[in-house]
T-cell receptor, first 111, second 112 residues
Framework: AAGVIQSPRHLIKEKRETATLKCYPI?????VYWYQQGPGQDPQFLIS???????DKGSIPDRFSAQQFSDYHSELNMSSLELGDSALYFC??????????FGSGTQLSVL | KQEVTQIPAALSVPEGENLVLNCSFT??????LQWFRQDPGKGLTSLLL?????REQTSGRLNASLDKSSGRSTLYIAASQPGDSATYLC???????????FGTGTRLKVLA
């Protein structure tokens, strides 16, 4: 069965650079979520989309933006990267308010 | 603001033991609650989903209960095995929102 696909798996950037993370949800899932997880921490909610419209927002820095495209894939754009942005970034998808399926994540390292 | 906590933070048990993990949430107006398993450096796998109208869900050796009025859920693992070693997280979605709030997790180690 198809799963949530995230790319890239690993990303290394310098401070002040820009990063773009991609997420391809499971077909027919209408909701996409983005989470940030630091080492030893629980996942922190960033932003969600329902039917391609932003539906909720968490503690996402103004330097971050996200969108969902007509084919339902989503991208998280992160600018002016800081050392503290180093984390595992997860995308998850689900039918509306149903079981969440997570991707394998993107490990972002900011040097 | 919804807050989710899990007790204990870590647990080490011998193989074969039955164990209970606890999850508490502050806002009882939830749509559903999910329990997840996470292996180190990996993504999260949903184990059980309990709708707000349900009291429990079972899958194999796992049983999750929900007491919405008291803001609590428990995950019961029967006859634990070394392969159950992982971090277990609960997450709730509050009615009227589109975000799951995660608990702090319980790191479980099952010793052979």
């Amino acid at each position: 069965a198809a799963g949530v696909i995230q790319s890239p798996r690993h990303l290394i950037k310098e401070k002040r650079e820009t990063a773009t993370l991609k997420c391809y949800p499971i077909p027919r899932h209408d909701t996409v979520y983005w989470y940030q997880q630091g080492p030893g921490q629980d996942p922190q909610f960033l932003i969600s989309f329902y039917e391609k419209m932003q539906s909720d927002k968490g503690s996402i820095p103004d330097r971050f933006s996200a969108q969902q495209f007509s084919d339902y894939h989503s991208e998280l754009n992160m600018s002016s990267l800081e050392l503290g942005d180093s984390a595992l970034y997860f995308c998850a998808s689900s039918p509306f308010h149903e079981k969440l399926f997570f991707g394998s994540g993107t490990q972002l390292s900011v040097l | 603001k919804q807050e989710v906590t899990q007790i204990p933070a870590a647990l080490s048990v011998p193989e074969g033991e039955n164990l209970v993990l606890n999850c508490s949430f502050t806002d009882s107006a939830i749509y559903n609650l999910q329990w997840f398993r996470q292996d180190p450096g990996k993504g999260l796998t949903s184990l059980l989903l309990i709708q707000s109208s349900q009291r429990e869900q079972t899958s194999g050796r796992l049983n999750a209960s929900l007491d919405k009025s008291s803001g609590r859920s428990t995950l019961y693992i029967a006859a634990s095995q070394p392969g159950d070693s992982a971090t277990y997280l609960c997450a709730v979605i509050t009615s009227g929102t589109y975000k799951y709030i995660f608990g702090t997790g319980t790191r479980l180690k099952v010793l052979a």
